[in-house]
Antibody
């Protein structure tokens, strides 16, 4: 079964850091672009970042550039999102998703809350 | 950044009836458009890509059309599991942007 499972969310103070992880199974992880998409409470979807199969290309939405870093470890079938200098507006459910253009497999998400 | 505008915000439909959802792009995205369904408390699910190609396992009652700046998702004969929020997403230009969603509710 193709599956993505996120972890690492939680409550963090403004200015703090958090590292999200996504464990992939059921497909050859290293052959796919991967993405992070977030959804603020009661709001729509926002694509955050994506990464090429070998990690050589990475793209970010402007609002997270310089603060978030996407990475991957193909040997561990894992995707990561390092989030620094977190702000209240980063509060959201963060989804790991397979794909670069459109996303055909999604995890259930992990919740990040930025609050003092 | 390309702005995606969906209409209506909410659509009230009786089970068994059809529904037509619209998505407009602020500039041409060719056919580089996807549709997703999100049921309450669940992750999004890919329905359509390339504006009109159904994703694997998606029932034939879902169909997409359009190109350029105007797109439509049509659901024929709504089933109980189809009441959800639907999002369009363009992937023609970075950043890839989503519409704000259309909620299809039971009338």
């Amino acid at each position: 079964e193709v599956q993505l499972v996120e972890s690492g969310g939680g409550l963090v103070q403004p200015g703090g850091s958090l590292r999200l992880s996504c464990a992939a199974s059921g497909f050859i992880f290293g052959t796919y672009w991967m993405s992070w998409v977030r959804q603020a409470p009661g709001k729509g979807l926002e694509w955050v970042a994506n990464i090429k199969q070998d990690g050589s290309e990475k793209y970010y939405v402007d609002s997270v550039k310089g603060r978030f870093t996407i990475s991957r470890d193909n040997a561990k079938n894992s995707l990561y999102l390092q989030m620094n200098s977190l702000r209240a507006e980063d509060t959201a459910v963060y989804y790991c998703a397979r794909g670069r253009l459109y996303m055909d497999v999604w995890g259930k998400g992990t919740t990040v809350t930025v609050s003092s | 950044e390309i702005v995606m505008t969906q209409s209506p915000a909410t659509l009230s439909v009786s089970p068994g009836e059809g529904a037509t959802l619209s998505c407009r792009a602020s500039q041409s995205v060719s056919s580089n458009l996807a549709w997703y369904q999100q049921r309450p408390g669940q992750a999004p699910r890919l329905l359509i890509y390339g504006a009109s190609t159904r994703a694997t396992g998606i029932p034939a009652r879902f169909s997409g059309s359009g190109s350029g700046t105007e797109f439509t998702l049509t659901i024929s004969s709504l089933q109980s599991e189809d009441f959800a929020v639907y999002y369009c997403q363009q992937y023609n230009n970075w950043p890839h942007t989503f519409g704000q969603g259309t909620k299809v509710e039971i009338k």
